[in-house]
């Protein structure tokens, strides 16, 4: 079992970490106002499974592939720059073309949710990090990074429900077709601005 002064210690470096704008977050807000709570869960599974793949991957050792070849992680850069630009031309398209159209944009799947946290380096620095910092010699590295694991898991549940909700709260009291409009350009223009975040990070 882990010490309460660590727990204590990852927590306080989980829940800011996690709860923080990013472009996960603005994903998960967007996923929320556009689809509603319900709609949102096969994307927020999608994207807690892969931040439980990636504990796992990370917490057994194999996190340090992405330490000795940063070329991995530029690759994986790009890609998730790409993948912003596609969701944005998915929110700004129906737009373009009217409200009716835009009701009826495909919902943001498990796929989806698992593949933007497998090409967010945040995410992946940020479960490199925990690991580094909160796995200690001496003690079974299974049960720590099964401990470790768990915990990430509970923050990652309790941190991104409210983006979830907030962003139904927020913006799903604006239907309007003009609203709809607005808020395809508003959702399209938050992910542009994110790929630029990215690419320029």
């Not at 977050?25 to 929320?32: K, Q």
């Not at 869960?41 to 050792?61: M, R």
């Not at 194999?62 to 031309?89: C, N, S, T």
């Not at 898991?153 to 409009?181: D, E, N």
Request: proline residues 5%.
């Amino acid at each position: 079992m882990l010490a309460w002064e660590l727990w204590a210690a990852f927590f306080g470096y989980a829940i800011p970490m996690v709860i923080s704008p990013g472009p996960g977050n603005t994903l998960l807000a967007t996923a929320g106002g556009r689809f509603g709570i319900r709609g949102s869960v096969p994307f927020w599974l999608g994207f807690e499974a892969a931040n439980l793949v990636l504990c796992l991957i990370y917490g057994l050792g194999l996190g340090r592939v992405l330490h000795d070849y940063p070329a991995i992680e530029q690759a994986l850069k790009w890609v998730g720059v790409l993948y912003l630009l596609y969701l944005a031309k998915g929110f700004l398209m129906p737009s373009a073309k009217g409200a009716a159209e835009a009701r009826d944009t495909s919902r943001l799947g498990f796929g989806a949710g698992f593949f933007c946290v497998t090409v967010n380096p945040k995410i992946h620095s940020m479960i490199v990090v925990m690991f580094a910092q909160f796995l200690k010699p001496g003690a079974s590295m299974a049960t720590q990074a099964a401990l470790l694991t768990a915990g990430f898991m509970l923050v990652g549940v309790t941190c991104h429900f409210p983006w979830i909700a907030g962003g139904k709260v927020v913006l799903q009291r604006f239907r309007s077709p003009r609203a709809l409009r607005i808020q395809g350009w508003i959702f399209g223009l938050c992910m542009l601005a994110v790929a630029a975040y990215v690419a320029l990070t």
